[in-house]
């Protein structure tokens, strides 16, 4: 199975939950730590990562507009983009080829 369909499927055990709490989130978690570190991302910054999504899941009121699964990729996505930034980085090409 592929991490991302493996990582879905957990997700999808949030189904029917009017609020997140630990319980119903920790293996959740547990997925997107795997997932982060199998891209070799820095444990430090999975860590963090991780207590950041936490913090904002718990508790957090599931929107009516969308399943308890949808609302914390929405809070892994918010997370991400405070993260790595909002803004697009543009490459900027020399005009000449290196010697």
Do not use: H
Not at 3 to 20: E, F, H, S, V
Not at 65 to 89: C, F, N
Request: net charge positive; charged share 30%.
């Amino acid at each position: 199975m592929k991490p991302y369909r493996k990582t879905a499927a957990r997700l999808q055990n949030l189904r029917g939950q009017g609020t997140l709490t630990e319980e119903n989130i920790g293996e959740a978690m547990r997925e997107i730590r795997v997932a982060l570190l199998e891209a070799d991302v820095n444990l430090n910054v999975v860590r963090d990562l991780i207590e950041q999504i936490r913090v904002k899941a718990i508790g957090t009121e599931v929107l009516t507009a969308l399943s308890p699964s949808e609302q914390v990729v929405k809070i892994v996505r918010d997370e991400l983009i405070a993260l790595l930034g909002k803004d697009t980085a543009r490459f900027k090409f020399a005009s000449q080829r290196p010697r």
